[in-house]
């Protein structure tokens, strides 16, 4: 079969019709095509969603008297901290599976949401719609960043939902409309629809690399293909090979409809499996530039026990509420969090960096790491600088240690201080992915609850209309006084020290 060069893109053609993506192979294109193809390890997007929430803020971040603390302003009248993770690292990321992955860890402490969480799946990305608050709708972070940035990849993202109520992303309809995006319900309907090209369907699929070898021959023995390229090459159509082998493994032949899902109903062990199917798929749509943003929720039922811990979640100031979230957030930071983010790390890429160093990856829940439904403090975690965008190895503190204001109490009864506005941190993101002021302001609705800017809505902070003491005797703020005289008047400043 004749190898037919592609300008933009490079493809690796079979039978039928079919295309697999090939990895960006820079060594063998000509100056002009490298350009204009997938440019190398252009930084990628992912963020983990977790439903519920309220893991104690000190299980979920490192242990605080542990860091060797720096202070620096923020601005005239907001001093925050910051210091190197500790080598505990922290109990829900524990040092024997984290340990090796520090340097290129960030914990962020005091990312307030702007509103009441309530229950919702679109707080970490910010459209702030929930079931309670309602609100205007707007697109998520990563959508925002999908449109932005993807001029070359085939799918602008990939999102996997595997829930009821949908994904953590929301995106555009193509009436204009702004709705909920259901995502892929399973590793194997997301790799068909990403590697399965024209000739897609059936049960049993003859293997991608079987139907593209003479091409991928083509690649291999290619005169100026060099030693890193040959590597990623021979890397990727290893994974993909061993990913449709282990997919195919877990057919249900008495199941036409849905070949290879895996029943991960109140089963975890075959939740494992679906979850290093879909991190070795990601890693390898990444290496082959066919996205460069993808979305992840955790369905509230996955996890050993199988059943809603949504009243554990309420009930996270027990002491058996609060090991039940520990328990989960572990087990999810360990068999998705830690299995995926280890699988980035162990790809090098053209510029001598991992895939991990080049993306930048967020986990988070849905309710703050406080007490019930607090929009204080949210848990934050994140790998990777996005290639030397943003700083990593570090805690970030960004809670006002010289403020005036209390927020309420932590699960340990200490004293919660505000901190700095979601939808500020969001705008710093985004601002390290390289987007300018009017690429991100036009997805900002015209609506007075958005007026502070940054990415994200300014709801009323919090509850309170008045001041009192909460259960634990600490003071608790109104939300009205704390956006008069604590959160700055306009958001569409970066977060400058979380930025290389």
């Known amino acids: 079969m004749k190898y037919d060069p592609i300008t933009r893109r490079h493809f690796l053609q079979g039978a039928g019709g079919f295309l ?43 242990n605080e008297n542990e860091i060797s603390w720096s202070t620096q302003q923020l601005n005239p009248d907001h001093l925050i901290r910051s210091g190197d993770i500790p080598s505990s690292v922290s109990q829900i990321f524990p040092s024997f599976l984290f340990g090796s992955l520090r340097q290129k860890l960030a914990f962020h402490i005091g ?62 309809t193509p009436a204009g409309v702004i709705q909920n995006i259901a995502g892929f319900n399973s590793a194997q309907a997301a790799f068909l629809a990403i590697f399965g090209g ?19 021959n083509s690649f291999r023995n290619h005169p100026r293909l060099g030693s890193v390229d040959r590597q990623t090459l021979e890397q990727v159509i290893a994974r ?39 991190a070795d798929l990601l890693v390898a749509a990444f290496q082959c530039c066919i ?20 009243d554990d979640s309420h009930a996270s100031y027990t002491v058996a509420g609060q090991a039940e979230l520990t328990s989960i957030f572990q087990d999810w930071g360990r068999y998705f969090y830690h299995a995926f983010i ?10 001598g960096r991992t895939m991990l160093d080049n993306s930048y990856v ?18 934050i975690i994140t790998a990777g600088s996005a290639n030397n965008a943003f700083l990593t190895g570090k805690v970030f503190d960004w809670r006002n240690h010289q403020s005036p204001y209390g927020v309420g109490s932590y699960y340990n009864q200490e004293q919660a201080k505000p901190g700095v506005a979601y939808p500020q941190f969001m705008w710093t993101i985004l601002k390290g992915f390289g987007l300018s002021d009017q690429q991100i302001q036009q997805y900002i609705p015209n609506d007075s609850r958005y007026s502070r ?23 608790v703020t109104p939300g009205s006084t704390l956006l008069s005289n604590h959160y700055p008047q306009n958001f569409n400043s970066v977060l400058g020290p979380m930025l290389v």
């Not at 032949?253 to 290093?276: H, K, L, R, S």
């Not at 280890?342 to 510029?351: R, T």
């Not at 988070?364 to 403090?377: I, K, L, P, V």
């Not at 800017?453 to 003071?475: E, K, L, R, V």
């Open 20 to 62: 697999l993506a090939a990895p960006f192979l820079p060594s063998i294109l000509a100056p002009a095509e490298a350009r204009a193809a997938c440019l190398g390890p252009e930084p990628r997007f992912v963020a983990l969603f977790g439903r519920y929430g309220n893991v104690a803020a000190d299980r979920w971040f490192p």
């Open 111 to 172: 990312l307030d949401f702007t509103q009441r969480t309530a229950h919702s799946n679109g707080n970490l990305l910010g459209p702030f719609v929930t079931n309670e608050t309602g609100g205007p709708k707007t697109i998520s972070l990563d959508q925002v960043l999908a449109r932005e940035l993807s001029q070359n990849p085939i799918a602008p993202s990939v999102v996997y939902g595997n829930d009821a109520e949908g994904s953590c992303s929301y995106g555009l």
């Open 198 to 216: 024209s000739s897609g369907g059936g049960v049993n699929h003859a293997p991608v690399v079987d139907r593209v070898y003479q091409d991928f």
């Open 240 to 278: 993909i090979d061993d990913l449709q082998s282990r997919l195919n493994a877990n057919i249900d032949c008495t199941n036409v409809e849905e070949p290879g899902y895996i029943n991960t109903w109140q089963n975890f062990a075959n939740q494992i499996i679906e979850w290093d199917n879909y």
């Open 291 to 310: 996205t460069r943003v993808s979305t992840f929720l955790y369905n509230r039922y996955t996890h050993p026990d199988g059943d809603d811990f949504h």
């Open 342 to 351: 280890s699988k980035m790390d162990a790809v090098l890429e053209s510029n």
């Open 362 to 379: 967020i986990m988070g829940m849905e309710n703050s790491g406080t007490q019930d439904h607090t929009n204080y403090a949210n848990s």
């Open 453 to 475: 800017g940054g990415f994200g809505a300014m709801f009323q902070y919090g509850g309170a209309s008045q001041q009192h003491p909460d259960t634990y005797g600490n003071i």
